[in-house]
């Protein structure tokens, strides 16, 4: 089954602190996996993907297919990144596109 | 990025009437859609998928009779709740993937849904 968990609902951190957000995945093919992020009053916007291995807003993640994760980082969290983050798997077919429950940024000034 | 928008932004309807929604891509062709249901403080739950020209595929729970999805062209999807009870008040966001951006879902604003 196609399976994305991420375990925290809420991450408070203060300006400047390092983050991580987790996102763990089940699936028995080649996946596909996404980060996506909303805004507050804004849709879903893709932030980082797998394939691309690029850093975006100083976040990076890299798929670790021994662990089946995906965490999301930042070095320095900046109060701007406050917002809900979504963990997301693509099977190879790419006929689902599954979502994890998300994690709530919270960056404190 | 490429653009997906989704009409109407909110309704509210009755008891037992069908209400459509539109998810349209207006700068690329989408060649699949999919159709989620997003309750307050929950996430995206994935209702369906659907191809250009073909019938959509509906996640185990999705009553398909009630939540008609035609994706008749590779600009347009449409998602109608039929005879919508209370129970189907909810948040119904759409998603479109296609020619651009490689494997990239591009997100339509979302749909409240609210029946009285």
């Known amino acids: 089954a196609q399976r994305v968990t991420q375990p925290e609902k809420l991450l408070s951190v203060f300006k400047g602190a390092p983050v991580e957000l987790k996102c763990n995945y089940s699936y028995s093919g080649s996946p596909e996996l996404f980060w996506y992020v909303q805004y507050s009053r804004q849709r879903l916007q893709l932030l980082l993907r797998?394939?691309s291995r690029e850093s975006i807003k100083g976040f990076t993640a890299d798929l670790n297919k021994g662990e089946t994760s995906f965490h999301l980082k930042k070095p320095f969290a900046q109060e701007e990144d406050s917002a809900m983050y979504y963990c997301?798997?693509?099977?190879?077919?790419?006929?689902?596109?599954?979502f994890g429950a998300g994690t709530r940024l919270a960056v404190h000034p | 990025g490429a653009v997906v928008s989704q009409h109407p932004s909110w309704v509210i309807c009755k008891s037992g009437t069908s209400v459509k929604i539109e998810c349209r891509s207006l700068?690329?062709?989408?060649?699949?859609m999919f159709w989620y249901r997003q309750f307050p403080k929950q996430s995206l739950m994935l209702m369906a998928t659907?191809?250009?020209?073909?019938?959509?595929?509906?996640e185990q729970g999705v009553e398909k009779d009630k939540f008609l999805i035609n994706h008749a062209s590779l600009t347009l999807s449409t998602l109608t709740v039929t005879s919508a009870h209370p129970e189907d008040s909810s948040f119904y966001i759409c998603s479109a993937r296609g020619n651009r951006g490689g494997t990239e879902a591009f997100f339509g604003q979302g749909t409240r849904l609210t029946v009285v």
């Open positions: 797998h394939i």
């Open positions: 997301a798997l693509g099977n190879g077919g790419y006929n689902k596109l599954i």
């Open positions: 659907s191809n250009e020209g073909s019938k959509a595929t509906y």
């Open positions: 700068d690329f062709q989408a060649t699949t």
